[in-house]
């Protein structure tokens, strides 16, 4: 082999390796590379593609399959080599078919999956032996997952409690029956034993739980209704949900509302769920042309409703200030208790920033 081309060889070989340095953002923080010649690769996700798919573009197909993961960032991770099929690299216009084998690999191990504890104070408002209610704050993620590893409710209960209990296919969500979103507040459900998770989660399955929410939605809302339809992933955005009326593209859902406070722009309202789908709420509210207010990922940080002065504009960009989240917060939540069979009531009162954005809107039509 001549000097040049050797020289030529050893050059591609160096470029191929940094390509690798654009990671597949979706499932794990961006991670330095070594820029050295040779470079293992660590499976990250495996993907059997199902007898009965139809054939779909690969970055398609997996913006379904992968928690937060873009269109850019799949077809990024596709061009820079971390994208396989049956073991070998594809472009972005590759066409899965059933039975494919899709793998995602990366120049680090994956992250350890185990919970770790950590002494994270939890507003605890009922706990006996089978059971604790949690008053959790806007803020805080429930459980372990992508760009939150640490800092979680489950990550609190890993330190707080020896040994929580899973559901089966709830891996990394120790004592969880149910959830909430990282920025909504309120009452959350925790078990402490095998029994007790079967009880309460049946008690979910057949919508005897009874939960009530309270919301600040854009909008004035006349009467008190009920929303309901299949709730699914967005077409346009796979972070968000619609609402279809096609059983096969969601989960069936109903929220019902009540009107509390009509507060001229907003409507101070409560919501009381029979099913309990992500982001039910907010995008039922959405769905309906009433969002929560300063909900940005469906639509709520904009000025909806009201005038078009600029002494208003400063006033909703004040509340948005004081309430800088969703303006959603569990408020109540009653079960019977697996062990005595009686049935619990609890209620939480809206935290400080909630209260503080409310107080704000009723000044100002008071004194409007």
């Known amino acids: 082999m001549s000097k040049d081309k050797a020289v030529f060889l050893k050059t591609a070989i160096i470029e191929k390796i940094l390509k690798l340095k654009v990671y597949f953002c979706?499932?794990?923080n961006v991670?330095?590379?070594q820029e050295s010649e040779e470079q293992e690769l660590y499976e990250h996700l495996k993907i059997i593609v199902d007898k009965g798919q139809s054939l779909l573009r690969i970055d398609k197909f997996l913006m379904v399959r992968v928690e937060n993961a873009s269109r850019?960032?799949?077809?990024?991770?596709i061009d820079a080599g971390n994208v396989l099929v049956n073991q070998k690299q594809i472009k972005a216009s590759y066409k899965v078919k059933p039975f494919d084998e899709i793998s995602i690999v990366l120049p680090h191990p994956p992250r350890d999956t185990e919970v770790y504890p950590e002494d994270i104070p939890l507003d605890i408002i009922y706990e006996d032996s089978d059971l604790l209610v949690v008053n959790k704050v806007a803020g805080m993620v429930v459980h372990p997952g992508f760009n939150n590893y640490t800092g979680t409710l489950v990550n609190a209960l890993a330190f707080h409690f020896e040994q929580l209990p899973q559901l089966p296919g709830n891996d990394g969500r120790p004592g969880l029956v149910h959830r909430i979103d990282k920025d909504t507040s309120g009452l959350l459900l925790i078990s402490k034993n095998e029994k007790s998770i079967t009880h309460l989660a049946r008690q979910f399955f057949d919508h005897s739980i009874t939960r009530k929410y309270i919301a600040l939605v854009w909008g004035d809302i006349e009467n008190d209704g009920t929303v309901n339809g299949y709730i699914g992933r967005s077409v346009k955005d796979r972070r968000v949900m619609d609402i279809y009326d096609d059983e096969e593209k969601g989960k069936w859902s109903v929220t019902h509302y009540k009107v509390l406070k009509r507060l001229g722009y907003v409507t101070l309202i409560s919501c009381e769920l029979e099913t309990g789908r992500t982001h039910q709420i907010r995008a039922h509210m959405q769905h309906i042309g009433h969002?929560?207010?300063?909900?940005?990922?469906y639509g709520g940080d904009k000025i909806l409703k009201g005038t078009t002065f600029n002494k208003y504009k400063q006033f909703v960009d004040n509340c948005f200030?004081?309430?800088p989240r969703q303006a959603l917060h569990a408020q109540?939540?009653?079960f019977i208790h697996p062990t005595t069979k009686e049935y619990m009531y609890f209620e939480?009162?809206?935290?400080?920033?909630?209260?503080a954005g409310l107080t704000k809107w009723e000044n100002y039509i008071a004194t409007s």
């Open 291 to 297: 969002p929560l207010f300063n909900d940005a990922m």
């Open 31 to 33: 991670v330095g590379l």
């Open 348 to 355: 939480s009162p809206l935290p400080p920033d909630f209260k």
């Open 26 to 28: 979706a499932m794990e």
């Open 72 to 77: 850019n960032r799949i077809q990024n991770a």
């Open 321 to 323: 200030e004081l309430l």
């Open 332 to 334: 109540s939540l009653g």
